[in-house]
């Protein structure tokens, strides 16, 4: 396993489409793990493939349990991969929350992203893979698949005042980036 180096906002790589996955072998799981190693180590919730310069359809999130917060189940507490992922329903209900991103450090905004979202694809074996995702779930899924598009969360700000220092909130207390 390696720590692979983040690509941060200005390359533009984190523009482009990234490729759907067409082969599931030994490369690809190489590819899973070291996005997974990568993200615990620069203490991310989720990371998606152009941030390691890898232009390919793979995302890996790991949203830590927090019971009282509501944020539990299948999906949570431990790190999955999910390849060629799709958005494939979306609740009409939308909430704006705090967000943050390891390609631009020392910023987070306030995003507006659906409550609830279904997402399929596949693990890094193939095999396929549907999640039912809400809250901070979700949030985390739209933001590494946006990542896929070339999308970046600073594009879905309703304005330049909801984008903050995150020095500026640290008596807010930690902030999480994907
Ligand atoms: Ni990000």
């Given amino acids: 396993m390696a720590v692979r180096e983040i690509v941060l906002i200005g ?31 620069a203490r991310g919730v989720g990371l998606a493939g152009p941030q390691v310069g890898v232009r390919q359809r793979v995302i890996v999130v790991e949203v ?3 019971e009282e917060e509501g944020i539990t189940g299948p999906w949570v507490g431990r790190p999955f991969a999910l390849v060629n992922p799709e958005i494939v329903e979306v609740s009409p209900e939308m909430e ?3 967000e943050g991103c390891l390609s631009i450090p020392g910023y987070v905004g306030e995003v507006k992203r659906h409550v609830r979202v279904v997402v399929q694809g596949r693990n890094e074996w193939g095999k396929p893979r549907r999640i ?8 985390v899924l739209q933001h590494e698949i946006d990542h896929l598009n070339g999308i970046l969360f600073v594009d879905r700000l309703e304005s330049r005042e909801k984008l903050y220092r995150v020095e500026d909130l640290e008596a807010e207390g930690a902030v999480e980036s994907a």
């Fill in 96 to 98: 704006e929350g705090i």
């Fill in 132 to 139: 039912e995702a809400e809250g901070f779930l979700a949030r």
């Fill in 64 to 66: 830590p349990e927090d």
């Fill in 11 to 41: 390359d533009p790589i984190l523009r482009q489409k990234a490729e759907p996955v067409k082969h599931f072998g030994p490369e690809l799981r190489t590819l899973v793990r070291d996005m997974i190693e990568t993200m615990r180590e």
